[in-house]
């Protein structure tokens, strides 16, 4: 079963910053998502691949220190997170799937199916 490759997960201080890259399948979204312990899993941020050019979509919790991109040579996604905070604290999946990115200008946790996901790889933020 073809699934996404996360990279760069680790442990950070409060503050500090961490890339998260993932190759794969390439469909019209390529999102970021986490899930905390005891919590349900939400959409962090999401590249929506246009024609001419692609469009971030980012949870409000994110906005203004998460970046989310594309490397066209390297076919990989990149997560950058900045300014990190301990509840920033979880597992994150790459995922591609089909459009739409966001509904209402929300970015939306539940992608439609088929959706094509990753493993995860765990980002620590401690104080």
């Known amino acids: 079963q073809v699934q996404m490759m996360e990279s760069g997960g680790g442990s950070v201080e409060v503050g500090g910053s961490l890339t998260l890259s993932c190759r794969g399948p390439?469909?019209?979204?390529m999102g970021w998502f986490r899930q905390a312990p005891g919590k349900e899993r939400e959409g962090v941020a999401a590249l929506y691949l246009g024609v001419s050019r692609d469009t971030p979509w980012y949870a409000d919790t994110v906005k203004g220190r998460f970046t989310v991109s594309r490397d066209i040579a390297k076919d990989t996604v990149i997560l950058q997170m900045n300014t990190l905070k301990s509840e920033d604290t979880a597992t994150y999946y790459c995922?591609?799937?089909?459009?739409?990115?966001?509904?209402?200008?929300?970015?939306?946790?539940?992608?439609?199916?088929?959706?094509?996901w990753g493993q995860g790889t765990q980002v620590t933020v401690s104080s």
């Open positions: 995922a591609a799937y089909q459009s739409p990115c966001a509904r209402n200008g929300t970015l939306i946790d539940r992608p439609q199916e088929p959706v094509v």
């Open positions: 390439v469909k019209a979204c």
